[in-house]
């Protein structure tokens, strides 16, 4: 089964950048859809963008769309997630998770597999 790391999370100001990494081994040989989501004090956990094995075909949620890019690097078996000009609402504790689905969901519930997430904080 494939196992998530995420690194990268911290306090930040409005308006700064901030790429967060996730580190995945794969103790089978396989193929995995890799997707970000956060998860808000009180909130239910959100979608925020996935990306193939491939990393060709990569899909974003709407509110995040122009800001946060999703890319990877299976030398390094890493899978980033770029985030620009942060926002207070982009406060949330970012979780990394994997799939065995081809096409890669939205959906969190179709992820089997998740890291214990990093926190990120924007101030003003």
């Known amino acids: 089964q494939l196992q998530v790391v995420e690194s990268g999370g911290g306090l930040v100001q409005a308006g700064d950048s901030l790429r967060l990494s996730c580190s995945f081994s794969?103790?089978?040989?396989?193929?995995?859809?890799l997707g970000w989501f956060r998860q808000a004090p009180g909130q239910a956990r959100e979608f925020v963008g996935v990306?193939?094995?491939?990393?060709?075909?990569?899909e974003y949620a709407e509110y995040v769309k122009g800001r946060f890019t999703v890319s990877k690097d299976n030398t390094k078996n890493t899978v980033y997630l770029q985030i620009n000009s942060l926002k207070i609402e982009d406060t949330a504790v970012y979780y990394c998770?994997?799939?065995?689905?081809?096409?890669?969901?939205?959906?969190?519930?179709?992820?089997?597999?998740w890291g214990q997430g990093t926190q990120v904080t924007v101030s003003l």
């Open positions: 794969a103790r089978t040989i396989s193929t995995y859809g």
């Open positions: 998770a994997a799939t065995t689905h081809n096409y890669p969901p939205t959906d969190a519930h179709e992820y089997g597999t």
């Open positions: 990306i193939s094995w491939n990393g060709a075909y990569t």
